[in-house]
């Protein structure tokens, strides 16, 4: 039981680039949620998914997207990453319960 | 939408003392209040958590206070020892779509040997 699992870890990305960060989780919980880290500031939710094939815009979902086509996976991606989006990226999920379980964190650099 | 805001930003205790940090929230409708403990580099933890119907729950040496009419609520670590040291973060949702948490700032907690 791996519980929520972040991958890459690290990653630099230049102005522009695309990438997409994968969040799985193996506990069969319907929540999942993509937050941002950022000195000072707290976790912002960016977008989350309350069951399969559903998602919903967070507090700061700009220049984000994601997918959520299998149940234990949600996908965050960046179309076109500015330096702005250079931040620590959480994901978390949650059952019927009340709280959450987060992955370790991608460390997200954009040059 | 929420708003919660945490205080103080950064708190240094002597080892042994308590430790208080303080969050206030703004949407009435919030009915779930946890706490989580973040480390250097770590993934946030969930310590304790509080539902609306109740004023005070306790973990050993952590406990929350929950004030909905003046809808603040309030982590107390007594006994701190080094190994407190960490980021601490109030949250706060409500029943609704999707459960969000609305996190505070943080509040940086340094005890010092």
């Known amino acids: 039981n791996a519980g929520v699992t972040q991958t890459p870890k690290f990653r630099v990305l230049k102005t522009g680039q695309s990438m997409t960060l994968l969040c799985a989780q193996d506990?069969?919980?319907?929540?999942m949620y993509w937050y941002r880290q950022d000195p000072g500031m707290g976790l912002r939710l960016i977008h989350y998914?309350?069951?399969?094939?559903?998602?919903a815009k967070g507090e700061v979902p700009d220049g984000y997207n994601v997918s959520r086509l299998k149940k234990q996976n949600f996908l965050l991606g960046l179309e076109s990453a500015a330096p702005s989006q250079t931040s620590v990226y959480f994901c978390?999920?949650?059952?019927?319960?009340?709280?959450?379980?987060f992955g370790s964190g991608t460390r997200l650099t954009v040059v | 939408g929420e708003n919660v805001e945490q205080h103080p930003s950064t708190l240094s205790v002597q080892e042994g003392d308590s430790a208080v940090i303080k969050c206030t929230y703004s949407?009435?409708?919030?009915?779930?209040f946890p706490w989580y403990k973040q480390e250097l580099g770590k993934r946030p933890q969930l310590i304790i958590d509080?539902?609306?119907?109740?004023g005070e729950k306790k973990d050993q040496r952590i406990a929350v206070t929950l004030n909905k009419t003046a809808k603040h609520f309030s982590l107390h670590i007594t006994e701190t020892q080094p190994e407190d040291s960490a980021v601490y973060f109030c949250?706060?949702?409500?029943?609704?779509?999707?459960?969000?948490?609305?996190f505070g700032g943080g509040t940086r907690v340094l005890v010092k040997p």
């Open positions: 978390a999920s949650r059952d019927s319960g009340w709280g959450y379980t």
């Open positions: 506990m069969n919980h319907e929540y």
């Open positions: 998914s309350v069951g399969e094939g559903t998602t």
């Open positions: 949407d009435s409708a919030s009915n779930y």
């Open positions: 509080i539902r609306s119907n109740v």
């Open positions: 949250a706060a949702s409500k029943t609704a779509a999707g459960n969000k948490l609305t």
